[in-house]
Structure formats: structure tokens, C-alpha cells
């Protein structure tokens, strides 16, 4: 089908579900998991400076509604994966929060045993698949969960996030190819905060609108969404699991969206300006839900004041207990190697 035809049904398909409203009571979980996920982020900046963290670590600050916004919109057993900025997924996914700290801090009680740090956050239960360092690497990944669905005829949808820079891959077009051939039930989501580290998205795409990539290359058709606005990106993805769902194939959004913070803890950010940041800011995606909570009469100055406290609190007392667990011991530096196919490794 060619690009503009399919352009049209698949926007004929999306609407009914983009006009659904969600509870005032839906929107005041996202705002405090948003809430949630900036007071963890700068806890992290905090514990980097103090030399608690080791690695990499690149937040998610100003990114906040792409993870609440959409992993909302589907179901527990639908499958998550995203790649290294994965606090906020994570977190959205209800990841206890103490758990992600002591992976962070290197602790045994860590998700992944204190052995992946900030790039591999992963909970097998709730259906993240991580959580991938190598730019790009998790995206053929999804593509081989999004075929296992079908495979096993299960109804399930696949969330695969990814940044703007990541589209360059050679990765990415082999696993677009093959979603787009086979129908498989993925939802494809660029975060695309308009930088990979320091490159902007013109010095590195030779197409900046980004949709037009998948549909007329690999058949997968793609939607702009605002990524500041976490009810905007709610409809989208409802409307998107489905499109899946419904066995239409794979989907492609170009989400627009922006980190306030460097690329990572080590970024002198000299290729913006302190203006670019700060217009963005005005656009605060959790600044706009406390603004429809408060238009929906739900919300006011003193209740943000309270949750705000309340979920410092948390964050405190999740790094302080994470911070006094112990490390692993020396012989876990064995483990987590390789499969377990024929029993657990002895050394
Ligand atoms: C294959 C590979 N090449 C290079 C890197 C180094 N690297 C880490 S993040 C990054 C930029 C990626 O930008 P983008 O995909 O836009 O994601 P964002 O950081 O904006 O979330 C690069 C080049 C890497 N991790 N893996
Ligand atoms: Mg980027």
C-alpha cells in the first residue's frame, strides 16, 4: 500500500479511541508517577555527584509523559522495552523504586543484581525486557517478541521506545523490514528529543520527518504526538494497542518530546542554548497536567505541595535503604553469564 493511502486508513482507524477522556482519577496517578519520576531522576543526579552510581546515566527529565502517557494505555501482560535512558519506563511499569536505587548503587538487591546499573533496569514479571546500552541493539529485539506474539497467537502488543538518533542504525531498518512484512503487533515509539548526545536531528537524518522513513520504506505507517502532553499521548497509544490488536500490523509514532538535562551526568552541552531548554520548559509536561487538575478542580497548590513532599520522602527513604544494602559477593561475578540450559554453572 503506498505511503498516502495508508497514511489515510491508518489515521481513519486511530480516531475513535484519540476522543476517549480519561478519570480525573487516572490523570492524577500519571500526574504523581510523573512526580515520581523527576524527584527519582534528580536524586540520581545527586547520588552521581556523590559517587554512588556507577557507569553511565542518562536521565529522563522533561521525558516524563512518553513513558506515563503510553504505558498506561496498555495492559500488564503487554511487552515493554526501551533502551538506555530507562528510569522513567521502569518506573511506569511499577517498578519498586528502592530497587532501581540499588541496582544504581551496585547493591545485590538490585533488579539486575546490582550488576547493570543504570542501562539494564529489567523485571521479567512485569513484562520489561530492559533497559539496552548499545544504541539501537534492543530494536531487532522487539521486532522477535512482536513475532513471538503472533507466533503463539497471543494478545498481546509490543512498546518499543527508542531515540532519534537510533533510527541510523542499520538495526533498525533490518527489524522494520521484518515487523512490516509480518504484521507483528508493535507499536514503534521515537522519543525524539531532537538530539542524539550532541548531534541535532538535521546533522544526522536526511529525513527529518521521521514517519515517512517506515511507511514508505517498510509499510509501517506512523503518527506525530506531542510527547509533553501525557493525555494526548494516553489517546495515541490506546488507539495504537488497537490498531495491534486488531491485527493491522505495526505502527510508528514520532514522538515529540525533549530532555532538560545533558545526554548523560557528563555533558557540558555546548550545542544549545540555555533559551532552547528554557522554551521548552514552558511546555513542562507535568506543569500541564497540574494544570488540567486543577481546570478539572481536583488539584490545587496545596495538595501539589503535599504530594511533592510525600514522594520526596519516598525517594529518600528508597536511596537510604538502598544505599545500606549490602554489595554482591565475589563468586556472583560467575553468574548471569550464560543460560542455565544444563543447571546452574559450578565453578
Ligand atoms: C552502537 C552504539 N553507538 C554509539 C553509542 C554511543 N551513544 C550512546 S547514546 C548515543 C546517542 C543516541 O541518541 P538517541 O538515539 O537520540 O537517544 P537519546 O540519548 O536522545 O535518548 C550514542 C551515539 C552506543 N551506545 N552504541
Ligand atoms: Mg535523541
Redesign the pocket.
Known sequence: MALNENGAAVTTLLEPQQKIDPSSSQMMDWYRQMVLIRAFELRCAQSYQQQKVGGFC?LYVGQEAVAVGSIAAVRPSDYVIT???DHGHAIARGMDIHLLFAELYGKKTGCSHGKGGSMHFFDREKNFFGGH?????HIPLATGLGWAVKYRKEDRVVLCY?????MN?GSFHEAMNLAGLFKLPIIFMV?N?G???GTQLDRASAVTDLKLRTGDGYGIPGKDVDGMDCVAMYRMLLAAADYCRKGHGAIFLDVKTY?YRG?STSDPQKYRTKEEVARYQEHDPIGRLEKQLKDLHVLDDQKVAQISNEIHAQVEAASDKADADPYPDNQEVWSDIYANAYGPYQA
Open positions: 542518562h533502551a538506555y535512558r546500552a548499545i544504541v539501537g541493539a527508542f531515540g532519534d538518533g537510533a542504525q522519543e528529543n538530539y542524539g548526545m530532555r545526554h
